[in-house]
């Protein structure tokens, strides 16, 4: 089983920058795909971002150009750099990982991110 703590949430003016940290602990980190979702208050959860274990990215169209995700597997740890961001981006965002070939997936605890207008 793997633990993922999410950090680096918080508020933020429209149109700056954040970066979000998610830490994975308890396997071997190289293996997992990993992404990012949110949740706004009064929505469902939806795709944000992902990277699989061998380094193919996809992003929901919603956050493309804007956010990039990224990995450094001697840290453990996943990446999510928000730029020009928008009041739309206020979410928790959450941390998910898959090992790559197993059914099972894992979530962080979530970390609030809000932009004010």
């Known amino acids: 089983q793997v633990q993922l703590v999410e950090s680096g949430g918080g508020l933020v003016q429209a149109g700056g920058s954040l970066r979000l940290s998610c830490a994975a602990s308890?396997?071997?980190?190289?293996?997992?795909?990993m992404g990012w979702f949110r949740q706004a208050p009064g929505k469902g959860r939806e795709f944000v971002a992902a990277m699989t274990w061998s380094g193919n990215i996809n992003y929901a169209d919603s956050v493309k150009g804007r956010f990039i995700i990224s990995r450094d597997n001697a840290k453990n740890t996943v990446y999510l750099q928000m730029n020009s961001v928008k009041p739309e981006d206020t979410a928790v965002y959450y941390c998910?990982?898959?090992?790559?070939?197993?059914?099972?997936?894992?979530w962080g605890q979530g970390t609030q991110v809000t932009v004010s207008s």
């Open positions: 308890g396997r071997t980190f190289s293996n997992y795909n």
């Open positions: 998910n990982a898959n090992e790559h070939g197993s059914p099972h997936y894992y």
